[in-house]
């Protein structure tokens, strides 16, 4: 008895998520191609481009959407727009992949049906970072945020629901997803500058697919 807990006890310590936050290491693996190749299709529709900030900087990841709705942010402010501002036409639809993806990601963390009406994809390259921030510009905060990571490995920063709260570091590699919703909908959460590297299938860069529930 004693034993057991001795030897056990500081790994499940030591390995747990965050509070509220559902770590599912592997889980895009399976379809990691299918991903890759929606990814390369949506950005030849709708290119990704290193959007302003409403301060005037440029965002380090460069960034594209699919779904009803994309995610924009420029000198006017964060917000969703159904029209990609650079072509003029609708963000390409979310490919049924990543909408199924999602699904099963919500559902194994406890979100039952889940369906994104938009996915953010953000491209870094080495030296790219995300600051902490909110995802508060959709309509409906029950649903959950779902988040695919491919290519390079990083660090994802996840805090509470003050900016100064002390954020957890979760080391993320290619094919892993995170799933956070209810009480920690709107917690802070960021991406550590990415590390140089070079993965076998995606190259010198970090994807990374949010998919969200915004309208
Ligand atoms: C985001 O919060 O928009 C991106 C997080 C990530 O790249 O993993
Ligand atoms: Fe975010």
Redesign the pocket.
């Known amino acids: 008895m004693g034993l057991t807990h001795d030897l056990f006890a500081p790994v499940l310590a030591g390995e747990a998520d965050p509070p509220g936050l559902t770590h599912l290491p592997a889980f895009a693996v399976p379809v990691e191609q299918e991903l890759l190749a929606a990814i390369n299709a949506v950005a030849t529709a709708a290119p990704f481009r290193h959007m302003l900030t409403p301060g005037g900087q440029h965002m380090s990841?460069a960034m594209t959407n699919c779904g009803e709705v994309g995610?924009v942010t420029d000198r006017r402010g964060y917000r969703y727009d159904r029209l990609d501002p650079q072509t003029g036409q609708p963000w390409p639809p979310l490919p049924a992949c990543l909408t199924q993806l999602a699904g099963r990601a919500a559902a194994e963390a406890g979100f039952a049906s889940f369906r994104p009406d938009v996915c953010?994809i953000?491209r870094?390259e080495p030296g790219a970072r995300?600051s902490l921030?909110q995802?508060r510009d959709e309509r409906d905060f029950s649903a959950p945020?779902v988040?695919v990571?491919l290519g390079l490995g990083?660090t994802?920063l996840f805090g509470g629901l003050k900016r100064t709260d002390r954020p957890h570091r979760l080391p993320?590699v290619h094919g892993d997803v995170?799933v956070w919703g209810g009480p920690t909908r709107l917690n802070f959460?960021?991406?550590a500058p990415v590390m140089e590297g070079c993965h076998p299938a995606v190259g010198r860069r970090?994807l990374?697919l949010?998919m969200r529930k915004a309208l």
């Open positions: 990841a995610w953010l953000n870094y995300m921030h995802d945020i988040s990571s990083a994802f993320l995170l959460h960021g991406i970090r990374n949010t």
